[in-house]
């Protein structure tokens, strides 16, 4: 007999549910989790989350390296760690709360004797080099790691944060409304049959067993006077 298959298919589709509804939960938490603390440190540029910012990408200018709605994270570090090639995000203006992610085409160290180093950027899709110099104290740091589209789901949470909850319940009714669904059905258990009778009542004729007990002992005594007359 083979013993691959255990268990009829409902039960393994339900075991599978029970899986895939896990790892939505966690999933699901994990990421409530992780974009509280992106947002609560999205507040100021100095703060970060273990050395890292993330920012999301809103302008084509980088395409296809970075494209709108992907998430950079942004490792910051001191500007002897950037190198020409390197994409880099940073403030364009010191009165603005705006920020670029473009890549560094030219570095100038002691820029005029200053004792300040600065940068030359330009946008992968844009023709020409920005018309403007970063220096280093503009810089945020250097991006590590792109996710495609995950911009637009940070966005919305920082913008929509009230709909968490709702979204929260529905998902909440999803999975248990599966669940309902994929559950095995319990099978009924037939009912036993009744008990043989005794063994004193085996040998009796059927017109005896069928008949109640005052009536079997009327007839024994019509009869017995009967007997009795003749």
Not at 40 to 66: C, D, E, H, Q, W
Request: aromatic content about 10%; charged content about 25%.
């Amino acid at each position: 007999m083979s013993q691959g298959n255990k268990g009829p298919p409902e039960q393994k589709g339900y075991l599978i549910f029970v899986i895939v509804r896990k790892i939505i939960v966690y999933l699901f938490c994990a990421a409530i989790i992780i974009a509280a603390l992106l947002f609560a440190s999205s507040k100021t540029p100095n703060k970060t989350l273990f050395g890292y910012r993330y920012y999301t990408v809103i302008t084509p200018s980088m395409t296809p390296a970075y494209c709108v709605g992907d998430m950079v994270l942004v490792k910051v570090v001191p500007a002897d760690q950037i190198e020409v090639g390197d994409v880099i995000t940073f403030n364009p203006s010191s009165d603005s709360n705006a920020y670029l992610t473009h890549r560094v085409t030219q570095k100038l160290p002691d820029y005029q004797n200053t004792g300040v180093t600065c940068f030359r950027t330009k946008g992968d899709a844009n023709d020409t080099e920005d018309s403007f110099r970063v220096d280093e104290s503009r810089v945020i740091g250097k991006v590590t790691l792109r996710v495609p589209k995950l911009g637009y789901v940070i966005r919305f949470v920082q913008l929509r944060w009230y709909y968490i909850l709702p979204l929260a319940v529905m998902l909440w009714l999803s999975l248990h409304l599966m669940k309902q669904y994929f559950k095995p059905q319990q099978e009924e258990t037939p009912d036993q049959p009744d008990a043989p009778a005794d063994d004193s009542a085996a040998g009796a004729s059927p017109s005896e067993e069928s008949a109640p007990k005052d009536q079997k002992r009327s007839l024994t005594y019509e009869e017995h006077e009967e007997q009795q007359k003749e």
